[in-house]
């Protein structure tokens, strides 16, 4: 069955950056939208940046300006490259392609 594995998450600084990655198994990042979303510990989950089939972006007001979301159609990957990462970052980062959902991937800001 289609299965998406994520990765890259971990402890960074105040101020650094991260890239997320989301290996599609099962299922095709050519041909499906693809979105990343995030959860607080205690909160709903929010969306940080989603990409439609044609490929245009929209980014969600936590992460606006400091994320940009992409794919590698020959590797069957979707990415999200965080910068500026501050502490209220701290969240569980959540795939989604075409209806699928990722495990998700820990990342923690933090000196």
């Known amino acids: 069955q289609a299965r998406l594995v994520e990765s890259g998450g971990g402890l960074v600084q105040p101020g650094g950056s991260l890239r997320l990655s989301c290996v599609a198994s099962g299922i095709s990042v050519n041909g499906n939208h693809m979105a990343w979303h995030r959860q607080v510990q205690g909160k709903e989950m929010e969306l940080v940046a989603f990409?439609?089939?044609?490929?245009?972006?929209t980014y969600g007001d936590s992460m606006k300006g400091r994320s940009t979301i992409s794919a590698d159609v020959g590797r069957n990957t979707v990415y999200l490259q965080m910068d500026s990462l501050k502490f209220e970052d701290t969240a569980v980062y959540f795939c989604?392609?075409?209806?699928?959902w990722g495990q998700g991937t820990r990342v923690t800001v933090s000196p």
């Open positions: 990409m439609s089939r044609s490929g245009t972006k």
């Open positions: 989604f392609i075409g209806g699928c």
